[in-house]
């Protein structure tokens, strides 16, 4: 049997190379030989390290504040990996955005000491922006595809120029937008057309340079930053307020959520409406892609995370957050676990979410039972709000009703050659089992489509 699982493993591995070359039908005859050997299309993933239990906290930022004593305000209602994962961009609430240095060679915020991988220092120089008004999100965007970036020291611009690499947009509570340069901290531009808080905000990864923006007043706006910030397009599909936004990886779709049950998927080449999705029993807060597009998570008030086939709008999987799942009734009104943020790892494997039970859960989508794999409690005195995965997948920062952040180590997976070749075909060709052009074993489409592991 070993010999047999070695040989499934190897074929992948080929398989995964031909693919790189465009030789499509050799790969199709390839997977066809793994069927042949063994069957099935369950590849084990390694796990590095048994994280079962508590999450460990590796770093924090810490406003002193508590989440459930002051003014509004002072929430971090957002914070953001840059693509290149050389800086995060932290709101610590009243207006303030602090932008600081993450060593991404030791997965952890940079010291006074921080070296690279060479034993080379890194820039350490935080960056202190008073936003002017309250943040309510905020989005780091590069005019590089993030498939294309490389950890390599570049030679930063300083003129006004967005092509070249990292530009900050934070979104506030006055329906403004305001663009920033991350380095310096200096204002670029203004852009005023929402008439309530910008609640969401994301830039698209092709490096088109196209920002999306959510609000309160119902709609999605689409601004070109290579045309000075000029909004050419507004999506009004949402009858409440638009809670999240997140682009496929590769730029031609966006998925919004928000109240009402609403979850959206729109065609960012002809701007148009292209599915919608049915399911949650309460306002749908946040969403995220899998890296290869193919699957899209959603997260409820109904205490639910729900992943959908992208393509097909089937439900893959329900990962309740109360155990047993309460009735309909209890998730559709006011509960004490709505599920605020949700996340996918860079390897597809794992799902981090936050949840108004003061807990982050890390689930792991390889095992079958939908237990999360480990947990991590939130600050006392407060409340978590977001999550994002850092873009190498080492961390997962979480936001709370304090302004403060903490970073969790997430857990570590080698995913197997079977789940790459499968990410690398779905990445490139969508759902080929649809195709008619692509002859595919009865057996593998079921593995193409996530609905197994």
């Known amino acids: ?220 706006k689409v601004w070109d930053m290579c045309d000075d910030g000029n909004m050419f397009k507004t999506l009004r599909e949402h009858i409440g307020p638009v809670r999240g936004l997140c682009w496929s990886p590769d730029g031609k779709f966006l998925c919004s959520t928000g109240d009402k049950q609403k979850v959206l998927l729109w065609d960012m080449e002809s701007y148009h409406l292209a599915k919608r999705f049915s399911g949650h029993y309460n306002n749908v807060l946040s969403c995220a892609f899998s890296p290869d597009g193919a699957m899209l998570a959603t997260a409820s008030g109904d205490t639910r995370v729900i992943i959908w086939d992208t393509h097909t709008g089937e439900q893959l999987r329900v990962l309740n957050h109360m155990n047993p799942p309460p009735g309909v009734i209890y998730m559709s009104g006011e509960n004490n676990s709505v599920v605020k943020g949700v996340t996918f790892s860079p390897n597809g494997c794992h799902v981090a979410t936050v949840c108004s039970d003061g807990f982050l859960r890390f689930w792991n989508l390889t095992c079958e039972d939908d237990e999360p794999e480990c947990m991590g409690a939130a600050l006392e005195g407060t409340s978590m709000l977001n999550c994002c995965y850092s873009p190498v997948g080492g961390a997962v920062a979480v936001g709370h009703s304090s302004g403060s952040v903490l970073f969790f180590l997430a857990p570590a997976l080698v995913p197997s050659l079977l789940h790459l070749s499968r990410m690398s075909i779905r990445r490139s060709l969508g759902d080929i089992t649809k195709r008619e052009d692509l002859l595919l074993p009865h057996t593998l489409k079921p593995y193409l489509q996530y609905k197994h592991w």
């Open 1 to 220: 049997m070993g010999a047999r699982v070695l040989c499934r493993h190897r074929a992948a591995f080929y398989l995964h190379n031909l693919f790189g070359e465009g030789e499509l039908h050799h790969c199709m005859c390839i997977w066809r030989f793994v069927s042949s050997l063994d069957g099935a299309f369950s590849g084990q993933c390694i796990e590095l390290s048994c994280c079962y239990g508590e999450a460990r906290v590796i770093g924090e930022l810490i406003t002193g504040r508590e989440g459930a004593n002051y003014s509004p305000g002072g929430e971090s209602w957002t914070c953001a990996f840059a693509p290149d994962e050389s800086r995060f961009a932290w709101s610590c609430g009243f207006r303030k955005v602090v932008i600081i240095p993450w060593n991404r060679y030791k997965n952890c915020l940079q010291s006074d000491d921080s070296q690279d991988a060479d034993g080379y220092e890194l820039f350490t120089e935080k960056i202190s922006i008073d936003a002017g008004f309250t943040v309510t999100s905020l989005a780091f965007g590069t005019g590089t595809p993030e498939e294309d970036l490389v950890p390599v020291k570049r030679e930063y611009w300083t003129r006004f120029d967005f092509s070249k690499d990292l530009i900050l947009a934070t979104g506030h509570s006055n329906g403004r937008i305001r663009i920033w340069d991350p380095y310096t901290g200096k204002l670029l531009l203004e852009l005023t057309d929402h008439v309530q808080p910008v609640t969401a905000l994301a830039f698209a990864p092709d490096g088109s340079l196209r920002l999306v923006s959510a609000s309160k007043d119902s709609t999605i």
